[in-house]
Nanobody
Framework: VQLQASGGGLVQAGKSLKLSCTAS????????MGWFRQAAGKEREFVAFVGRSGVPTGYADSVKGRFTISRDNAKSTLYLQMNSLKPEDTAVYYCAASTMVLSGPLREEDSYASWGQGTQVTVSS
């Protein structure tokens, strides 16, 4: 499946942004989907995952309560609603697709076989 992330941009701290990830080639219905991010000079890190039907969801502690992952299988689109953004959320955000079972290590990037190209999110203080 080919993934295309979009929706990034420059935003002030405390504001919101919604990322989208559109799939082509195959529907995302059969995949667990995730978001990861990579800040400059740092390793890529897990942000959130969502099960095939929209549940369950899982979040990194750093974004829990502020970010919401969701999906629309009919539109083959994954979303990440980001609220109360902080400067430390600045990173390139990647969407990814996994064929793993829900009990697998879904917070690890090696569990995801297909990746989008990334979209830059910059949060100014």
């Amino acid at each position: 499946v080919q993934l295309q992330a979009s929706g990034g941009g420059l935003v002030q701290a405390g504001k919101s942004l919604k990322l989208s990830c559109t799939a082509s080639g195959r529907t995302i219905r059969s995949y667990i989907m995730g978001w990861f991010r990579q800040a400059a000079g740092k390793e890529r890190e897990f942000v959130a995952f969502v099960g095939r039907s929209g549940v369950p969801t899982g979040y990194a502690d750093s974004v829990k309560g502020r970010f919401t992952i969701s999906r629309d299988n009919a539109k083959s689109t994954l979303y990440l609603q980001m609220n109360s953004l902080k400067p430390e959320d600045t990173a390139v955000y990647y969407c990814a697709a996994s064929t793993m079972v829900l009990s697998g290590p879904l917070r690890e990037e090696d569990s995801y076989a297909s990746w989008g190209q990334g979209t830059q999110v910059t949060v100014s203080s």
